[in-house]
């Protein structure tokens, strides 16, 4: 063959190489997964994002028939945890629980940290979502929210409040009840929502602003107050909690949500057949139920629609952590 013909025929082979890899391609992710999965959780054991990453891997590792794991991998308020999703391989074995805090309010306190919420990530499926509860110390006399704000008002010094750290979605919102209800509070940060709840149950801190989910077991037994939550309306297991919106506070609506997400360029195939297996298995009566009882809500979104909300939450939470004072001075 003269130099001619093999110019000719070179660029025919190619596009033929081409077209076998586009079309071995969705079908290796068409059999994902062939191994375990990693599911990286930022958080300690016992929270909200861990129980709910362990109902997904559950849930995943019986309808995929192959084992999701849950890997803990906590420190910097979850920044080591995502930073480490974000580094992973893109190749669909390596996915991790995100949240409002790690997505949405670190990256505004946090400019300078080693991920972006959006460029970084394949955002996959939101999960569920979780209102804040306002519950106090039993001794402080305080069961609803007029009450609430007449014993601040009537206190010497700030009431104290507790988180599972500086710039979380729980600190967060502590600040905005203050605002709104305009009473004085000291924010005092925790490394897990464990240790923070025992110190509020001990009577050392006033106040917590934890998930539903967190502050559920405690509330039930009585060993705190439950007071008021965020969400848009009464819980169907907790009625005997009043929303915030009811009592003429709109302001304080809002969601701790939990999601699933991975490292940037996950292939499509892979992020959608997550996302649908992830709707399937929380639309499950035996999950729903689980839900419920847990203080959590789910909702069903395309990652598309999904990764736009993660976007659209960063610019509803940045004034709120503007006038904080928050807003680019790390964590």
Do not use: C
Request: hydrophobic share 45%; no cysteine; glycine share 10%.
């Amino acid at each position: 063959m003269d130099h001619g013909k093999r110019t000719a025929v070179m660029p025919r082979l190619l596009g033929i190489l081409a077209g076998i890899i586009l079309m071995l391609a969705p079908a290796q992710a068409q059999d994902w997964p062939t191994r375990p999965v990693r599911i990286i959780v930022p958080f300690g054991a016992g929270g909200t994002g861990d129980a709910l990453a362990r109902v997904v891997a559950d849930q995943l590792s019986a309808s995929l028939k192959q084992q999701f794991i849950v890997e803990n991998r906590t420190g910097a308020g979850g920044m080591i945890g995502v930073q480490a999703l974000a580094s992973s391989a893109p190749d669909g074995y390596t996915v991790g629980i995100t949240n409002v805090s790690t997505l949405s309010l670190i990256p505004v306190i946090n400019p300078k940290n080693a991920y972006h919420p959006l460029n970084d990530f394949s955002h996959v499926a939101l999960v569920a979502g979780a209102p804040v509860a306002l519950a106090v110390f039993p001794k402080l006399g305080v069961k609803t929210l007029p009450e609430f704000i007449a014993y601040a008002n009537k206190r010497d010094k700030p009431l104290t409040f507790a988180s599972s750290g500086l710039g979380s979605d729980g600190h967060l919102i502590g600040e905005a009840i203050a605002i709104s209800t305009k009473i004085k509070v000291e924010h005092v940060p925790y490394k897990s929502t464990t240790q923070a709840l025992a110190d509020v149950v001990g009577g050392h801190i006033d106040f917590a602003t934890f998930t539903l989910s967190s502050s559920a077991a405690f509330i039930r037994a009585g060993t705190l107050t439950g007071v008021a939550v965020t969400s848009a309306g009464r819980m169907p297991d907790y009625p005997e909690l009043a929303t915030f919106k009811e009592l003429g506070y709109p302001d304080l609506v809002s969601s701790t949500w939990f999601s699933i997400s991975g490292p940037a360029k996950l292939p499509k195939e892979i992020v959608d057949k997550l996302n649908r297996e992830i709707g399937v298995a929380m639309a499950k009566p035996e999950v729903q139920e689980r839900m419920r009882r847990d203080g959590l809500l789910t909702e069903t979104m395309s990652a598309e629609a999904f990764t736009k909300f993660v976007a659209a939450e960063s610019a509803r939470w940045t004034p709120l952590i503007q006038r904080t004072g928050l807003a680019g001075k790390g964590l």
